[in-house]
């Protein structure tokens, strides 16, 4: 097959850090791929799935984090080079299983890429996955550049290979989401599986095993110190050996200091320690930079994990160095910036060049959020709900677009965690408060996670309603397969489940389902369960119109328009809030380029019509 | 090459910003310029702010902060307003007129700033500024999402970068779609012409 990552050696490509580590991978010769889809990592999947056609190495969408880091695992202990790629928050979803790999250790070969979201872009926390390169005891790389993404990725899974112990492939949203050139190495062959040898006294971690195993796990790390301080990606830059001034950093935070060096001619003022296998600690290396130095900086983003390692490592040793880490403008919270690296480095170069003027926005600007779709089936159940429970009901929402439903007007999330707590979180607070709780939960996230919750509900006699919101593909991270898919989209690579089957075989009695755009059975449905106690599911089914138009093919067959400036239309217009709405001075419009055509307004005000055909 | 340049970009989700980002940043690599992008993906893709860094010349960092883009530009009014804070002082402006209203002011909860004033707030830091309706543009051309190729044809053809905009053309016969290249080279050849704001 022809694709511009299977080229040859030697071609250039300008790559997004996410398809570089699809090259660094391919490079290294990866057999089996999982993972379950996420931003900022989400590409990495994507351009797998598109390119396994050539044949190279099997590659699934798996239903959650847990689960695909348990095919790849059983796919290294079977010989195979494996890989398996979530968002920061998946690896707590995948944790059970990982805490005890490192134990066992994979035979084949296991990355995980985890890919971290500081500043929160598009994620529930920002918390620092290089905590848990710490906790399993995993080698953690960290990319800055997309060259680098390439070739850390091809070093993660011959390092894996070769120590047989799980890796962690540590990127954040900017590493991920940047482009640069990338120089394409060699292409070999797929590696070789290596042949699994029956061993339960390591493979079983039955407490006596586990014991000897957290041992080996010890002397393994051993090793893999001594390759870390040899590393290529670790560069103890002596510079201009006057100075007394050191930085350390890693990842994004390299070319931020890159940069400002660069900007402020600074570049021999300081000596650099360039660190991108950050874990476990090439102490030899650190030591031999911080001996000379009276001061260093150390630059990373999130939690002060090589801070409070250097800190150690120079009361351990006695090395007279002053560290500054954490502290002013370099703080735990957010993503670090050039300005940030510029101040914190000019401060203690006894420099302070002023922030370089910007121009000014003037007034308060009028805010542009992201919002559902105009036609998107989660606002037409959103109003729908509203209409026949108001404030009475609290809203228990969950990981998807229709997190987006807890803007006003429709206002439908009052509390969220994680995948899948909807379900479970709604549980406790209606058994507590009293109050109906209303869960919602998109078809994706139900198979993530949400059929474990619903099992408890029903074994433990909670009184909730859920509501499943089924697209029919995962929206918000890029239409990715999920089980809820249709089968002919699905294709005969993959099984459709059935979500009322499922819901019904986890024990639900009263179950109903209809079309999420159809105004009257939704109020119908929503009003009948209200009046009902325990587990009630509603299943709201309609592609989602993105998918709908790019996928299914499907297109619009009217387009509604304002047909009178009345009272239910200015009702309609408020609390529907659709996104091709338009209010012209006091005329109320719909953009005919914007309308999808769902009619959920048509059917709420009779002040709305619809017109036949394309606008 | 001496000059290092960094671009700020910013547009509203569904426009095409950030293809325009790739578009632009694979046709300098083809200039052999040293360069880095970035972007953010995600929740932005749901009608909010799409906003993108192209930085030439030896810059590593994938993201600008206020004050150091040299050049913007706005695909969208309010957002090249919204942005004016990352260009430096003396920097340049291209900035589209067609304004996409948020959906506050759509239904009425807020309100537009006037072109005029976009323009003002622009003059006020910007040594240079074009303004270009881009959508009308593009619509004229064959479709209003090649109207992003008329910004990149104003700005390729401005003088400001290393290359012209025969770099632009010819980036776009050879990483569009084929059925999309006659209407962003006619729509990049408009841009290229579009006078610049004094």
């Known amino acids: 097959m022809n694709h511009p990552l299977l080229d040859p050696k030697g071609t250039r490509h300008l ?46 969408y798996s239903v959650n984090e847990k689960v695909a880091t348990e095919v790849a695992a059983g796919s290294a202990l079977a010989g195979a080079m494996s890989l398996v790629t979530m968002k920061h928050v998946g690896l707590n979803v995948a944790a059970d299983p990982l805490l005890t790999m490192t134990y066992t250790g994979l035979p084949g070969g296991l990355v995980l890429l985890s890919a971290d979201d500081p500043g929160c872009h598009s994620s529930q926390n920002e918390q620092d996955n290089r905590t848990y390169a710490r906790f399993a005891q995993m080698p953690c790389f960290e990319p800055a550049t997309a060259q680098e993404a390439k070739d850390m990725a091809r070093a993660a899974f011959l390092l894996a290979r070769e120590t047989e112990q799980p890796v962690l492939l540590r990127t954040t949203t900017r590493v991920s989401h940047l482009r640069g050139p990338v120089e394409f190495g060699s292409l070999p062959a797929p590696a070789p599986l290596v042949a699994f ?43 201009s050996a006057t100075s007394s001034l050191g930085v350390i950093a890693s990842g994004i935070s390299r070319a931020y200091l890159h940069d400002v060096l660069l900007a402020e001619n600074w570049r021999d003022a300081v000596r650099v320690f360039d660190f991108g296998l950050t874990w476990p600690l090439p102490v030899t290396l650190l030591e031999g930079f911080l001996r000379p130095l009276s001061r260093v900086l150390i630059l990373e983003e999130g939690e002060p994990l090589v801070e409070t390692a250097v800190r150690a490592l120079a009361q351990e040793r006695g090395i007279p160095v002053t560290i500054t880490g954490k502290s002013g403008t370099l703080t735990r919270f957010g993503e670090y910036s050039t300005p940030l690296v510029r101040e914190a480095l000019g401060s203690l170069l006894g420099k302070c060049p002023p922030s370089p003027p910007g121009g000014a926005a003037g007034q ?44 006003p007007p429709l206002r439908a999330a009052d509390f969220l965690f994680c995948m899948g707590s909807s379900i479970s979180a709604g549980s406790g607070f209606a058994r507590v408060s009293g109050k109906p709780v209303v869960a919602f939960i998109g078809d994706s996230t139900f198979f993530h996670s949400g059929m474990t919750g619903l099992a408890n509900a029903v074994f433990n006699r909670h009184n909730l309603q859920i509501v499943i919101l089924d697209n029919g593909t995962t929206a918000m991270t890029g239409h990715q397969p999920n089980p809820g898919m249709a089968q002919e989209v699905l294709g005969d690579q993959r099984v459709h489940l059935d979500i009322e089957a499922v819901v019904r075989g986890c024990g639900v009695s009263r179950v109903e389902k209809a079309r999420a755009l159809n105004q009257k059975a939704l109020q119908r449905l929503i009003r009948e369960m209200k009046e009902e106690s325990g587990v009630r599911v509603l299943i709201f089914e309609e592609p989602c119109v993105l998918f ?67 606008a | 090459m001496e000059t290092r340049l960094r671009i700020y970009l910013t547009g509203v989700g569904g426009q095409g910003s950030l293809t325009a980002t790739t578009l632009f940043a694979r046709l300098a690599l083809d200039q052999d310029l ?8 995600g929740m932005a ?42 260009l430096k002082a003396g920097g340049a402006v ?69 290359f012209g905009l025969e770099a632009l053309t010819s980036a776009i016969r050879a990483y569009l779609p084929a059925k999309l290249v006659p209407a962003n080279l006619a729509a990049a050849a408009k841009g290229a012409e579009w006078p610049e704001s004094r």
């Open chain 2, 45 to 86: 893709q749901r009608g909010g702010v799409v906003e993108s860094a192209i930085l030439l010349g030896g810059w590593q960092s994938p993201t600008l902060s206020p004050g150091e883009a040299d050049i913007l530009l706005g695909f969208e009014p309010l957002e090249t307003l919204r942005g004016l804070p990352f």
């Open chain 1, 364 to 407: 308060e600007l009028a805010q542009r959020p992201p919002n559902l779709c105009a036609g998107c089936g989660h606002r037409s159940v959103f109003y729908a709900v509203r209409s026949v429970y108001g404030d009475q009901a609290v809203y228990s929402s969950d990981i998807g677009c229709y997190t987006l439903g807890l803007l």
């Open chain 1, 15 to 60: 790559l997004l850090g996410n398809e570089a580590i699809v090259r660094g991978a391919l490079e290294a010769g990866v057999n089996v791929v999982t993972c379950y889809p996420g931003t900022p990592s989400s590409e990495v999947p994507d351009l797998f799935s598109s390119l396994a056609g050539s044949g190279r190495f099997v590659f699934e």
């Open chain 1, 197 to 239: 040898a029956r061993n339960p006294g390591r493979f079983v971690p039955v407490p006596a095993v586990a014991r000897m195993r957290h041992k080996a796990l010890a002397a393994n790390l051993e090793a893999v110190v001594r390759k870390v301080e040899e590393s290529p990606f670790n560069r103890a830059d002596q510079g």
């Open chain 1, 548 to 614: 709908a138009g790019r996928t299914l093919g499907r297109a619009r067959r009217q387009t509604a328009y304002v047909a009178v400036q009345d009272e239910s239309a200015r009702h309609c217009f408020a609390n529907l809030a659709c996104p091709a709405f338009r209010l012209s001075g006091d005329e109320m419009g719909v953009d005919p380029d914007l309308c999808s055509g769902c009619m959920v307004c048509v059917q709420i005000s009779p002040s709305f019509k619809a017109r036949k055909g394309e």
């Open chain 2, 34 to 41: 040293a360069v880095v992008s970035g972007e953010v993906h």
């Open chain 2, 94 to 162: 291209f900035s589209s007129t067609d304004f996409l209203p948020p959906s506050s002011v759509s239904a009425g909860k807020a309100s537009l700033p006037s072109l005029s004033s976009i323009q003002e707030a622009v003059r006020a830091i910007a040594a240079r500024a074009w303004f270009l309706p881009i959508r009308g543009i593009g619509a004229a051309a064959g479709s209003s999402q090649s109207g992003n190729a008329a910004m990149l044809g104003a700005l390729c053809a401005s003088g400001l970068l290393p």
